[in-house]
């Protein structure tokens, strides 16, 4: 059973960076999937942030693609994001998953963390 | 981008009902499509994926249809249990761009 677990600060200061990692169980990163973010501010639709795959390919949603860095660490069996000059517009349920627009589906989640933007 | 328009936003159903809900795409997408289930606090559920196949391990109640632009998630003989938050997803344009969202109510 695939497992994917998001972790992280809680509470991020306007104009800083979030930061988060997802640590996948079950499967290899290094698996033929990408694995992507996904954000859900409360309510409100869901948004798919970008994905990325082991060897280092990255595929960022353009609304986003400026302030986004998404990593990953194979020797750990995790994958990271990174938002920079987060506002209160950041402050979201962030999850991430397996697959991606390069692979056609996302099927595995994580349960998904919130994160405040608030000074 | 594709836009996803998702109707209805909410809806309360007996058990044993069936109940459909719509979700359509600003363009063609083909079966670009998936339906998913979340519950407060849990991860999504993939249920239907490319527009119709059940995921394996989903109940035989829930079904999808459509095709292009126009796509339905149909449950029938509803369950207390399938009371939950329901989305759909393309992966035909880029970016990935998902449904508002249905809040189902038993």
């Known amino acids: 059973q695939v497992q994917l677990q998001e972790s992280g600060p809680g509470l991020v200061k306007p104009s800083g960076t979030l930061s988060l990692t997802c640590a996948v169980s079950?499967?290899?990163?290094?698996?033929?999937?990408?694995w992507s973010w996904v954000r859900q501010p409360p309510g409100k639709g869901l948004e798919w942030i970008g994905e990325i795959y082991h060897s280092g390919s990255t595929n960022y949603n353009p609304s986003l693609k400026s302030r986004v860095t998404i990593s990953v660490d194979n020797s750990n069996n995790q994958f990271s994001l990174k938002l920079n000059s987060v506002t209160a517009a950041d402050t979201a349920v962030y999850y991430c998953a397996r697959g991606g627009y390069s692979s056609g589906c996302l099927d595995y989640w994580g349960q998904g963390t919130l994160v405040t933007v608030s000074s | 981008e594709t836009t996803l328009t998702q109707s209805p936003a909410f809806m309360s159903a007996t058990p044993g009902d069936k109940v459909s809900i719509s979700c359509k795409a600003s363009q063609d997408i083909d079966d670009d499509m998936n339906w998913f289930q979340q519950k407060p606090g849990e991860a999504p559920v993939f249920l239907i994926q490319e527009a119709t196949t059940l995921v394996p391990g989903i109940p035989p109640r829930f079904s999808g249809s459509g095709y292009g632009t126009d796509f339905t998630l149909t449950i029938n003989n509803i369950q207390s249990e399938d009371a939950a938050y329901y989305f759909c997803l393309q992966h035909d344009d880029f970016p990935l761009t998902f449904g508002q969202g249905t809040k189902v109510e038993i």
């Open positions: 079950g499967d290899s990163i290094s698996s033929p999937y990408w």
